[in-house]
């Protein structure tokens, strides 16, 4: 799992390049026949400048709700979604989450607190 996060992480280091995935999720991320994880959709990639160190207007809601930053939410956010989502991604090559909990559990790590919170909040 290291070895293939540190692709993930290598092939979103088109930071440099100066654009941002804001899709990031497993269903993204294919294995060719050398075992090579390759990054794909690219259909909502935002440019943005490396010199810029403010957030900037971005369209709001898009990507995948599950593996979205919370900033995604609003309008105003930068390159830093795309961490937010190899976090999430890594979080799920590592600890096994149930599908169903999968949701819950992605909340409790977006707001700072470890999986340990899933006993505190009641199902859907």
Same mark, same amino acid.
């Given at each position: 799992?290291?070895?293939?996060?540190?692709?993930?992480?290598?092939?979103?280091?088109?930071?440099?390049?100066?654009?941002?995935?804001?899709?990031?999720?497993?269903?993204?991320?294919?294995?060719?026949?050398?075992?090579?994880?390759?990054?794909?959709?690219?259909?909502?990639?935002?440019?943005?400048?490396? &010199?810029?160190?403010?957030?900037?207007?971005?369209? &709001?809601?898009?990507?995948?709700?599950?593996?979205?930053?919370?900033?995604?939410?609003?309008?105003?956010?930068?390159?830093?979604?795309?961490?937010?989502?190899?976090?999430?991604?890594?979080?799920?090559?590592?600890?096994?989450?149930?599908?169903? &909990?999968?949701?819950?559990?992605?909340?409790?790590?977006?707001?700072?607190?470890?999986?340990?919170?899933?006993?505190?909040?009641?199902?859907?």
């Amino acid at each position: 799992m290291r070895e293939w996060f540190e692709q993930i992480v290598s092939a979103v280091d088109f930071h440099e390049k100066e654009i941002m995935h804001r899709d990031l999720k497993p269903g993204n991320i294919l294995i060719d026949y050398e075992h090579k994880l390759k990054i794909c959709d690219f259909g909502i990639v935002a440019e943005f400048s490396n &010199d810029q160190t403010q957030p900037v207007w971005r369209t &709001d809601q898009l990507g995948t709700a599950l593996y979205m930053a919370p900033e995604q939410y609003g309008k105003f956010y930068d390159w830093r979604v795309d961490i937010c989502s190899l976090g999430l991604i890594f979080a799920e090559m590592c600890v096994p989450i149930n599908e169903g &909990d999968l949701s819950k559990t992605f909340g409790c790590f977006r707001s700072g607190m470890s999986a340990d919170c899933l006993t505190d909040i009641p199902d859907d």
